[in-house]
């Protein structure tokens, strides 16, 4: 089974693997049918389309399986980009593994390095974290779980939620942060721009057509904290999202050897930015 990412968006960015491929095997295994016979339809290629999607992967990988039982070849294809980042096909590409049959990464466009690219954030390691959580209180919960993450914070978010998604990162993130935010990528109204992170829920307000489209959101490093390592201040984080401030700030000084004063007095402010 071959792992084929798709374009973003402009359909030049097809590879020229990814073509061959997608026409040489007798199958394609797609997200959505309908969308990836356009792609298909767009290169002149044939070769049917069988549904795999988030709602019945577990039974359409049996007939994938059954399909390469028989000695077929088969691509596995999401709507946009990689498959299986943030995106139907790891459970797939796992019981295919499980079958016995090798799978072959064909790869090509990925929104979030796409973004990542093109941010202009030196921070050198990144996070992808995918999507946040759909509820206010368990995005907030995991936003300040990954505060302490040594690295630009990498997001997908829906138009949908972008406006509760920005202003959750603005409340529980540090105010000297900055974001990219990075929509419609490769599209006609590809917009990529980066602002403090404070600023980012009023420039969305601004003008609704802002709102429109799939989005790549990218927050840079957490600001040091003076006497802490990154390694505390990420354990730290993590503790913070389940225990009190005291016991927190006590068992990362336990986990890390850092002043455990020092470690209570940041979580008093991290707990008093949240407020």
């Not at 059954?66 to 096909?89: C, F, I, K, N, Y």
């Not at 000297?176 to 980066?194: P, S, W, Y």
């Not at 002043?259 to 707990?271: D, F, I």
Request: aromatic share 4%.
């Amino acid at each position: 089974m071959y792992v084929v990412a798709t374009p973003l968006g402009n359909l030049q960015d097809l590879g020229l693997r990814a073509l061959a491929v997608l026409k040489a095997v007798d199958a394609v295994a797609a997200e959505d049918t309908r969308h990836s016979q356009r792609l298909l339809d767009a290169f002149g290629i044939a070769t049917k389309l069988v549904a795999l999607h988030e709602h019945n992967e577990q039974s359409a990988v049996g007939q994938v399986i059954r399909l390469l039982e028989a000695g077929q070849h088969v691509a596995l294809v999401t709507d946009a980009g990689t498959p299986a980042v943030s995106d139907p096909g790891a459970r797939a590409v796992a019981r295919v593994q499980e079958a016995g049959f090798p799978v072959v990464p064909v790869p090509g466009p990925c929104a979030a390095v796409t973004a990542l690219s093109a941010s202009g954030l030196a921070d050198g390691a990144f996070h992808f974290h995918g999507f946040l959580p759909v509820k206010s209180a368990a995005r907030r919960a995991a936003l300040e779980a990954l505060r302490g993450v040594p690295g630009t914070l990498v997001f997908y978010e829906a138009p949908h939620r972008i406006a509760e998604c920005l202003d959750d990162l603005a409340a529980v993130l540090e105010v000297g942060r900055q974001i990219v935010v990075a929509r419609e990528l490769t599209k006609l109204f590809e917009q990529i721009v980066r602002m403090p992170l404070a600023d980012a829920p009023a420039w969305l307000a601004a003008d609704p057509n802002r709102a429109r489209g799939e989005f790549v959101l990218l927050v840079s490093a957490a600001p040091p904290a003076e006497g802490l390592s990154p390694e505390a201040e990420r354990v730290l984080g993590l503790l913070l999202a389940e225990l009190p401030v005291k016991q927190a700030a006590k068992l990362a000084a336990a986990i890390t050897g850092a002043s455990k004063n020092a470690l209570y007095e940041r979580a008093l402010a991290l707990r008093d930015t949240a407020l």
